[in-house]
């Protein structure tokens, strides 16, 4: 492998390092997709596919119209790929049990709407007309009703890297990075146990793995991850028209608290400690019939694949308020998988400082609504190509440095 040199080496086989070696190898780029496992071996693979616009930072305008670019993408990338990765239009629904959410959720879509996506507060009187097999209980006073979509978010990251290998680009499966060979200011090669890479850029896009990469680089990244644990149940006669999930507003306020005060104490340092934990429920059903149930959400440090024996009964209980008829159903297995998270929620693509070859594509909050709109921007920006000086508030370099370890 020592001999092979590319244009570009992509560091990470999820949703987001699939686009964009897609569009690095459109673009006539020699192209190097690596990847440590087998594609959406992590965050990818254990995402639910909600087409669900990242929430967080629904006061941005910019930010709402880079999500509102991608969702519109996504719509029409199974015919440019020339692949199904089961893209279908449903409605989500955000259950609401308080003033204090419905408060939040209408600012919330007020925002969304005038970003051009449609949501619309609806009552429980009419969530049980659009989802007749939902338990709708006395708890529920009203739902944030969106028009979103679902995929299968293997198939998509599977889509993405086929029509990118279709272009050219070689896909590196089982390939670790395990350092970096650099002379001066740049990365010269990714060091691997099958032999050194060449690169004329590197993009690191490992998601909950970037911090680690780039800490063989000397940088330390303002990037953390949640540990999120779901279960599937066997395949269903159709239950779910859409998606639904309650208004949980402790979580995202909690992992920006925990980033920003990360930045300043260090991350590793925290050790095995347990830093949060909270059950954010929500469920969809596949196109194959199969329940999507999740998620119970640890945020630590080290990361472990092992799942907890929390999340069975936990999700168990949770499907049976909204689902009864799941009483009987089978779970076939239960998974955990990181999704990583920024002191502001909004993720980071540029170029890092320090080196003039190297950048960063990691941190997406909303994968499957960003990976489209992302994968261009950051093969435009390798290929020298003019992008928006807006696309500036997603730097790495917007945070107080240096950031502790």
């Known amino acids: 492998m020592s001999s092979i040199n590319y244009d570009v080496a992509i560091i990470g086989g999820g949703m987001v390092g699939a686009s964009i070696a897609y569009h690095c190898a459109k673009l006539g780029m020699r192209t190097a997709l690596v990847e440590k496992a087998q594609l959406a071996a992590a965050g990818s693979g254990g995402n639910f596919g909600l087409v669900l616009p990242s929430t967080a930072r629904f006061d941005n305008p910019f930010v709402l119209q880079c999500e509102q670019d991608g969702v519109r993408r996504l719509e ?4 440019e790929l020339d692949f199904d990765f089961e893209y279908r239009p449903v409605h989500g629904y955000c259950l609401l049990c308080s003033e204090d959410e419905v408060n939040m959720f209408s600012i919330h879509r007020d ?3 005038a970003a051009g996506f449609g949501e619309r507060m609806i009552t429980p009187r009419e969530l049980q007309a659009c989802e007749p097999n939902l338990h709708v209980g006395p708890e529920t006073i009203a739902a944030l009703q969106t028009d979103e979509a679902v995929v ?28 970096f060979k650099t002379n001066a200011n740049r990365v010269t090669h990714l060091v691997t146990p099958d032999g050194d890479i060449g690169v004329g850029e590197v993009i690191i896009s490992a998601g909950a793995w970037s911090r680690q990469l780039a800490l063989m680089l000397d940088i330390s990244l303002p990037e953390y991850y949640i540990q999120a644990e779901a279960v599937v149940t066997e395949p269903l006669p159709p239950l779910l028209n859409g998606f639904a999930y309650w208004g949980n507003v402790e979580r995202i306020p909690k992992e920006i608290d925990i980033a920003k005060e990360s930045i300043t ?6 050790g095995d400690e347990l830093v949060f934990e909270s059950y954010d429920f929500g469920t969809v059903q596949t196109q194959h019939g199969n329940i999507l149930l999740g998620q119970l959400t640890y945020i630590t440090p080290p990361f472990n694949w092992q799942v907890s024996h929390q999340v069975v009964p936990g999700s168990a209980y949770e499907a049976m308020r909204l689902l009864p008829q799941l009483k009987k159903a089978r779970m076939l297995r239960s998974w955990r998988s990181p999704a990583p998270f920024t002191p502001d929620h909004m993720p980071l693509l540029g170029r890092l400082d320090g080196f003039d070859n190297l950048a960063i594509a990691s941190g997406v909050p909303s994968a499957v609504s960003s990976c489209s709109w992302i994968g261009v921007f950051m093969a435009d920006l390798i290929a020298g190509r003019e992008v928006s000086e807006e696309m500036s508030i997603f730097s790495a370099g917007r945070f107080p440095q240096p950031v502790a370890v």
Request: proline content about 2%; some cysteine; hydrophobic content about 35%.
């Open 152 to 179: 299968n978010p293997m198939r998509l990251t599977l889509g993405l890297a086929r029509s990118a290998k279709q272009h050219g680009a070689d896909l590196l499966c089982h390939t670790q990075v395990t350092g």
């Open 265 to 270: 104490h260090g991350w590793e340092s925290r």
């Open 76 to 79: 029409n990338l199974s015919d």
């Open 111 to 113: 925002h969304f709407v």
